[in-house]
């Protein structure tokens, strides 16, 4: 049996691009004991991939994680027709021993099978219930630890992780300021998601935007882009503010050796004594159940909705990556095969 799978042909220079991505066909080897073969469903691409993939070598298959079928097993814990979540990367089959799965940045990674989701779709387990909705219930709980009442400020606030960190800010009792690249996802954001304010950062500068929208200043930023927005955005934060530094994607296409530079924020930092912390989801893989579960639990009650860009086409899983760095996407982006 032969699989479709992604190699990565260059190094990404700036923007990637179709050709740095090569799809090619392999065999799969015949199953050993402990063995399963799965099948992709859903496929997730992710914007830690841009930046991950160019300490890795040429010729690896793009990394990632897929929720897959199990067709075949000679594993005591998996059952044909389970689904999983697995670290498998951008294939359309895999062969592996799941206690031997290791994600594409080298972590001990075993596909976990998946609980019944009732009516949500198996997709919004690389979204919502998967590592962006963790993303966003550990992160702004966790490290923003807000207090009903505060004010709080998402970036990519359309995106996967941003559009669930303003929604639970609002069930959280927050006032919640998102920005985002364009004015239909404002108003997406305000008038479906409840947001109270959204600001397009294209056309709108962010300290104009927040005297406006925040005029008793900034306690929490659940941080998504860096550079100068998040700088502005740290300019107006209030004393004890916290800021929960979860990625950086307004430089992860930039040249490392010229990286952007982004206006002082020392003096903020230190006048209103702010902690800024950096975290991972993965940080939470000892309760990553009880995120789902508390997501699950709010869609269930109708206070969070959930926003997909399904591509159909593993063919266009390449497509599917560069839009995520042209904002075309609202919510998370999966791949349907
Ligand atoms: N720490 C962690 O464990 C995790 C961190 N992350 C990080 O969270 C962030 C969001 O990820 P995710 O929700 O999956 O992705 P999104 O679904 O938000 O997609 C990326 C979005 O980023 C915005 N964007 C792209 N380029 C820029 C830019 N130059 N400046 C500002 N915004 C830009 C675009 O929206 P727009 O139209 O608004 O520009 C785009 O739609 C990323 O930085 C990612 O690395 C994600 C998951 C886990
Ligand atoms: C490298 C840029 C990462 C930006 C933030 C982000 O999107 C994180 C996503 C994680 C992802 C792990 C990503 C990188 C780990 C690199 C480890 C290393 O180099 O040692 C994965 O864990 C899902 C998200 O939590």
Redesign the pocket.
């Known amino acids: 049996m032969k699989c479709k799978k992604f190699i990565l042909k260059n190094h990404f220079d700036g923007m990637p691009k179709k050709t740095d991505f090569k799809l090619m066909e392999e065999d799969l080897p015949p199953l050993k004991d402990g063995d399963v073969l799965f099948e992709a469903v859903f496929l997730s691409v ?3 991939m841009r930046a991950v993939s160019s300490k890795l070598p040429i010729g690896i298959t793009m990394i990632g994680a897929q929720v897959a079928r199990v067709k075949e097993s000679k594993h005591p814990d998996f059952k044909v027709g389970d689904n999983v979540v697995g670290q498998f990367g951008w294939r359309t089959h895999t062969v592996a021993n799941p206690d031997e799965v290791v994600s594409g940045f080298g972590e001990k990674s075993r596909p976990y099978i998946l609980p019944d989701f009732g009516d949500v779709p198996l997709s919004a387990a690389l979204g919502v219930l998967g ?2 909705g963790n ?1 966003a219930w550990f ?1 702004l709980t966790k490290i923003c630890k807000p207090k009903a009442g505060e004010t709080l400020v998402v ?8 559009s669930l960190v303003g929604q639970i800010g609002k069930i959280l009792d927050l006032k919640v300021i998102g920005f ?3 004015d239909d ?1 404002c108003k997406m954001l305000t008038e479906e998601l409840n947001f109270d304010y959204a600001f397009n ?1 294209k056309t709108r500068d962010i300290t104009e935007a927040l005297k406006e929208a925040a005029p008793n200043g900034v306690d929490c930023y659940f941080d ?2 860096g ?1 100068p ?1 998040s700088s502005a955005v740290m300019n107006e934060m209030n004393t004890f503010g916290r800021v929960a530094c ?5 430089a992860y296409n930039a040249d490392p050796k010229n990286p952007p530079l982004a206006p002082v924020v020392q003096n903020a930092i230190v006048l209103k004594q702010l902690s800024l912390q950096g ?4 940080r939470w893989k000892d309760c990553w159940f009880e995120g789902i579960v508390q997501n699950l639990e709010f869609i269930k009650q109708g206070k969070l909705k959930f926003k997909e860009s399904v591509i159909k086409g593993f063919e266009k899983m390449d497509e599917a990556f560069l839009s ?2 042209t ?1 075309d ?1 609202t ?3 999966v791949i349907e095969v």
């Open positions: 992710d914007p830690y590592m962006p993303t992160g970036t990519a606030a359309a995106g996967a992780v941003g985002a690249g364009a996802k950062y998504n882009v550079g927005i979860c990625g950086s994607i307004s975290f991972l989801s993965s995520m760095f904002g996407n919510g998370k982006i």
